[in-house]
């Protein structure tokens, strides 16, 4: 008899419809952090080397449209020390800057976080359905008098562990995008973190402001 892993399924009961639900919601968050969350949208790489040269030209009024146009963390930081650049000096912008910076940092985070409940949720939730698949199982044995009939029960396990394998199967994908989206935030951090480095010695901590 040939295995048909889709009926399988259908016949996995209400935990499979939850499994389903998690698993459109990976897919969802997972497609709109690659479409958003791009290194031009933290760092754009040449930003700085657009920054340098309108700051030391002093025409901050471009400049400010430039970081307008180059919407990005980065940018947004950025836009902070042209704002504030008389008020504070060069070492309190940066702190302020870093601040700035993390806060946004945070929030992008925040948006792959569903990963990490999909990840944790649907094998829990693909564990309850297999033990409610073996008591249904068990208690078809019991009420048919069938314990000399093993296919009754192996079928019922068998139901019953698709739920199991469901739960695996969106489980995974989540948690290696969870962690690839981490590792994405943390390497763009720190490519922000040098470009900030990079336009403060260039532009404040030579007495150029």
Same mark, same amino acid.
């Given at each position: 008899?040939?295995?048909?892993?889709?009926?399988?399924?259908?016949?996995?009961?209400?935990?499979?419809?939850?499994?389903?639900?998690?698993?459109?919601?990976?897919?969802?968050?997972?497609?709109?952090?690659?479409?958003?969350?791009?290194?031009?949208?933290?760092?754009?790489?040449?930003?700085?080397?657009?920054?340098?040269?309108?700051?030391?030209?002093?025409?901050?009024?471009?400049?400010?449209?430039?970081?307008?146009?180059?919407?990005?963390?980065? +940018?947004?930081? #950025?836009?902070?020390?042209? =704002?504030?650049?008389?008020?504070? @000096? &060069?070492?309190? $912008? %940066?702190?302020?800057?870093?601040?700035?910076?993390?806060?946004?940092?945070?929030?992008?985070?925040?948006?792959?976080?569903?990963?990490a409940v999909v990840a944790t949720?649907?094998?829990?939730?693909?564990?309850?359905?297999?033990?409610?698949?073996?008591?249904?199982?068990?208690?078809?044995?019991?009420?048919?008098?069938?314990?000399?009939? +093993?296919?009754? #029960?192996?079928?019922?396990? =068998?139901?019953?562990?698709?739920? @199991? &394998?469901?739960? $695996? %199967?969106?489980?995974?994908?989540?948690?290696?995008?969870?962690?690839?989206?981490?590792?994405?935030?943390?390497?763009?951090?720190?490519?922000?973190?040098?470009?900030?480095?990079?336009?403060?010695?260039?532009?404040?901590?030579?007495?150029?402001?």
């Amino acid at each position: 008899m040939q295995f048909n892993f889709l009926e399988q399924l259908a016949a996995g009961g209400a935990g499979i419809w939850v499994i389903a639900a998690l698993s459109v919601l990976a897919i969802t968050v997972a497609l709109e952090r690659f479409h958003r969350f791009r290194t031009s949208a933290v760092a754009p790489p040449t930003l700085v080397d657009e920054v340098v040269p309108l700051w030391q030209a002093g025409q901050f009024d471009q400049l400010d449209q430039v970081l307008k146009q180059r919407d990005s963390v980065l +940018a947004r930081a #950025l836009q902070f020390v042209v =704002s504030h650049r008389h008020r504070w @000096t &060069a070492d309190e $912008l %940066a702190q302020r800057a870093g601040e700035i910076a993390s806060r946004q940092l945070r929030a992008q985070q925040q948006r792959a976080y569903p990963l990490a409940v999909v990840a944790t949720v649907a094998p829990i939730v693909g564990l309850l359905g297999t033990v409610i698949g073996m008591i249904e199982a068990f208690h078809v044995i019991a009420f048919t008098g069938g314990m000399g009939d +093993a296919s009754l #029960l192996a079928g019922g396990i =068998s139901k019953a562990l698709v739920n @199991t &394998a469901a739960g $695996l %199967a969106v489980a995974l994908p989540s948690l290696g995008l969870h962690h690839y989206f981490r590792h994405r935030l943390v390497t763009s951090g720190l490519a922000m973190e040098e470009q900030l480095e990079r336009m403060f010695d260039a532009c404040l901590r030579t007495g150029s402001h």
